[in-house]
């Protein structure tokens, strides 16, 4: 749509072109999110996609995403056998309700940075134990990406930082893997995914999310027992559970923990089948 606000658009070629992002503006990435609805308090756009971040990265340590990597990059580069959690990539970009045409301008770090709690990608990060590089006005620091989020559409950034990149350690891009999606209707949106990480040691991590406010981590040493998790699960805070025209957070919350269990049960090699979504 067009934002009639706007009065300047300026195409950022190095990072002194970032300084100065105040009250009125704002960083535009793909622009899906931004030119979907009215931007009423905005008047300037800084479109960081013409810095020439290479997409992705990769090392021995592990992965690097640039924020401007796009969806579609992300789903689909052939990442190296020995990374199987990479697949989550393509499950999580595929968990959002958006056309192709959205898959190729939408990009990781404005999925990150919008903090929906039906941003799959985000989750994907989280559950993959990612770290984000931010950009703050006063200095560069990793943080944690599950740390990132603080509640629907909040994070962390103040007015003026950005985004740069995204880091996957390798070790944790050899976890197995297992991912599940529910939503109210066949291509609605998520009512709730959950992701299971695996690694070599045995312990597993679940992260929730849609169903929650923002993305919930929870660590097992091992796998749970069904009672474990379930006593876990009943230690959610009841109001992170999240309310919205997609469901309802009782609906969530019990299904959440039926797609805990298929997880769990998947990562325990029970039921190696893959995914239902
Ligand atoms: C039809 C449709 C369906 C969608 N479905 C989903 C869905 O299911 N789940 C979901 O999560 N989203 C969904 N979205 C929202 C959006 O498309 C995605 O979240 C997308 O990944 C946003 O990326 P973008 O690059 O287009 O962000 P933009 O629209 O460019 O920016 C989004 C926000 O993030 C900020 N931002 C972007 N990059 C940075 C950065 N590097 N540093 C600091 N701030 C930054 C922008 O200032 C803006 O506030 C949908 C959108 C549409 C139009």
Redesign the pocket.
Known sequence: MDLDTIRDVVMARGREDLTGLGAGS?????????Y?EPQDRLDRLVD?TGLGWTPLTSDDDGLEIA?TCT?AELADTAYPAHWPATRLFGQACGA????HK?RR???V???V??A?P????LAALTALGGSALVWWSGGDEWIPVSRFVIGPGQTL?DQG???RALRIPAANLRSRTAFRKLALTPKG?SGSVVMGRRDRSGALTLTLSAATTRPVVLEFPDLPTSGELSATLADIQPDLWYDDPHGAPDWRCHITSVLAAEVTAELSGANPSGDRS
């Open positions: 704002a960083v535009l990435a793909g622009g899906t999110w931004l979907s960081i924020a969806l959002l309700v958006a056309s959205i301008m939408a990009t770090g404005g999925n940075c919008l929906l039906a941003g799959a990608v950034l930082d950005v985004l949106r």
